[in-house]
């Protein structure tokens, strides 16, 4: 199932620039969400991490899939403040590792890309759903993309339905409580706001699924 879906090296090099060139779009946008509830730091800080990224990238040519992410991710974790650091840094380290010696993948590694990521986040995080997180969004995008497959639905339908809970779960963070983090401390008036970690990791997913070539 799924073998003509064969994700290429150059797909995944061409999402991170598309990622860095949206977060640097959106820096300012993150950083008022952040400011309502946060340290008012969220876009700036991914942008300092990504510009870093991207100035790094043609070293990184040679590399696998793994090497690659791994080499984000480390970037990321070096660079970027706060929590998103740590974050997104393990995110993308983890993102590779089923890619490990490989030029390509299969559209089920790409499955168990994302997988591996979102576990990263919540065991570096302690986060699950429902925590006004990344992990709303980035848990149930993984579990309507397996759920997806199951159902045996083309890749491009996987990736709309990926797509479609990852922005549901960030809609879904206005209403909550915030339970980790700096926001933690605003109780009850944290309702009302969107986590801006859900709003950037829905970003960062819709990158993938635009840039998605099958």
Not at 131 to 140: G, Q
Not at 172 to 197: C, F, N, Q, V, Y
Not at 198 to 204: E, G, K, R
């Amino acid at each position: 199932m799924y073998t003509d879906c064969v994700l290429d090296k150059e797909y995944f090099f061409n999402v991170i620039e598309k990622i860095a060139e949206l977060v640097e779009e959106k820096r300012d946008y993150l950083t008022e969400l952040d400011a309502a509830i946060g340290d008012a730091d969220h876009g700036f800080n991914l942008s300092i991490g990504f510009r870093e990224v991207s100035k790094k990238m043609p070293e990184w040519k040679d590399k696998d899939i793994k090497g690659f992410f791994k080499s984000v991710g480390m970037t990321l974790l070096s660079k970027v403040g706060g929590a998103s650091g740590p974050l997104y840094g393990s995110y993308f380290m983890k993102f590779g590792e089923p890619a490990d010696g490989k030029e390509e993948v299969t559209f089920e590694e790409l499955f168990q890309m994302f997988k591996r990521g979102v576990e990263a986040v919540e065991f570096r995080g302690k986060a699950s759903v429902g925590e006004k997180t990344m992990v709303d969004v980035l848990r149930p995008a993984v579990d309507e993309f397996e759920k997806a497959m199951k159902e045996n639905l083309a890749p491009k339908e996987i990736m709309e339905a990926f797509i479609d809970a990852a922005r549901k779960g960030a809609e879904s963070t206005i209403d909550m409580i915030a339970k980790k983090g700096r926001a933690m401390r605003l109780g009850e008036r944290s309702i009302g706001h969107l986590d801006p970690g859900a709003a950037s990791s829905t970003m960062i997913l819709e990158v993938f699924a635009d840039c998605f070539p099958c």
